[in-house]
């Protein structure tokens, strides 16, 4: 039978808005509080890859868009013991990212960090998340599903993990991909090197180098889902990651103050949304998962 396209669409942001919803519930659940984005910052997150710069000019002051809210989360956890936000990111990946199918210049992040949280309890929050919306859209969402031509089934828990060092000696220096695509059902990849990784996970006090920090794997070959860890909250230990990673200790200033006063320690993740949508529709490329997509490199979309 002809499905039309926009049928086929429409049945994508049907799923996605079940997506959104189921994990607002599950969220909610566990004792988070919904918090609202912030867009534009003197702060972002610095990345570990190079992005075109965002910067705007906020009365005459450097501002960025928001790259991630893992600082903001950080501080707000001051307030709150655990939060969540529908993050909207701003990245201006290289164009080259476009053709994988999987990056995006503008996608949303539902982002969530927990007070005093361990890498193990963030680490069940992030299966029952993927569990609860997963079986939540296979049980309100059968005819999207079908004319979307995608068989989805509810992962066992608890997933499957291994190291980013044996996932390296398997799979080489395209391990996500290759990891992905070996792959049933969703995996962790754990204890991630230093150097691979951003300033703010935190570093393992017995194993030094390598850092209490996570992402999850989809199957298929869809590639990463989420990223998360615990965090590094003393200032000592902030600033020592600063230098570590050579990034201007000035361009930080507001978040040191904070991290002075006191940031308490956490751990938390960001989960992908489109990247999600992507997953459970079964679709090839992530601009099918959004309405008014910024793809990397490619100028003109409204
Ligand atoms: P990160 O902390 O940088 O790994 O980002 C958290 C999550 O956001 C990733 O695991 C992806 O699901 C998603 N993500 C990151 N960058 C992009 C992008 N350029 N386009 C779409 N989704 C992204
Ligand atoms: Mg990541």
Known sequence: MFVPREECFVAV?????????????????QGFTEIL??????????????TFDGTVSFYGHPYQLTKSMILHKQIALRTLPR????SPNVRMESAERAGLGRYLAEFVQLDLEARDASR??????????????IATVIN???????????ELS?????FPRITFCEAKERFGQTLDDSLSASLSAPTWLIDFPRSVREFYDREDPQRPDILLDMDLIYPEGYGEALSGGEREHTLLRILRRLEQDALDKDKFF???AVAAAGIPPSAGFGIGIERLTRFVCGLDQIEQARLFPKTPGKIGAV
């Open 13 to 29: 942001l049907k799923v996605k808005d079940e997506i959104m919803q189921s994990g607002r519930e599950y969220l909610r659940q």
């Open 37 to 50: 984005p912030v867009i534009l910052s003197p702060i972002t997150d610095p990345l570990h890859h190079d």
């Open 83 to 86: 939060i969540y936000c529908f």
């Open 120 to 133: 193990e309890e963030i680490m069940q929050i992030g299966e029952g998340l993927v569990v609860h919306v």
């Open 140 to 150: 309100r969402c059968p005819a999207e599903l079908s004319r979307l031509g995608r």
């Open 154 to 158: 509810v992962p066992k828990t608890p």
């Open 254 to 256: 507001q978040y040191l």
